[in-house]
């Protein structure tokens, strides 16, 4: 079952990674696209168990920052999406989250992890980010994420569920 698991996720973020760079920036709003790979780790952390959900985020943050066009330094996104893997899944604390819970999930985990993402590139001078335009690359990423959840959160977390019954919560 665990390898199955393994399958399913890897896919998943392969499809949200193809969508989120292929299709999505050309509905970008103010250069900012929803962060599919993330809605990905959020389900992943919302129905299995921790480690699975953070080893998911490390990989699928990699993939996004090794995927055209990445051009900032590697392991940014890695770090954000297994931080945000990390908050998902203690948001789960072994009981089923409400459909509120899973919304105000999400918006943390965005904020959070796209947060995470730009403050680093201001520490690492990446000449595209700045203390200005921080502000509001951060709340466009909120919105886009949390206007995506209803559809793309509840098919991720039964596919997930269906995979690891020993361990699913919804």
Request: one cysteine or more; charged letters at 10%; glycine letters at 4%.
């Amino acid at each position: 079952m665990s390898q199955l698991r393994w399958v399913v996720a890897i896919a998943a973020v392969v499809v949200a990674l193809v969508v989120q760079v292929t299709l999505f920036p050309h509905v970008a709003w103010h250069g900012v696209v929803p962060n599919l790979c993330l809605l990905v780790v959020v389900a992943a952390a919302l129905t299995v168990e921790a480690p699975f959900a953070l080893l998911l985020g490390f990989a699928a943050g990699l993939t996004l920052d090794l995927a055209p066009p990445a051009d900032h330094v590697a392991g940014r996104w890695a770090l954000a999406l297994t931080i945000a893997a990390f908050l998902a899944a203690r948001v789960r604390q072994d009981q089923k989250p409400g459909a509120l819970a899973v919304v105000g999930t999400v918006a943390a985990a965005s904020f959070v992890a796209t947060s995470l993402f730009a403050l680093s590139g201001v520490l690492l001078k990446d000449p595209s980010m700045s203390i200005a335009g921080l502000l509001e690359v951060v709340l466009v990423a909120v919105v886009w994420d949390v206007l995506l959840t209803p559809f793309v959160l509840p098919p991720l977390m039964r596919l997930f569920s269906r995979t690891s019954p020993q361990w699913a919560t919804t």
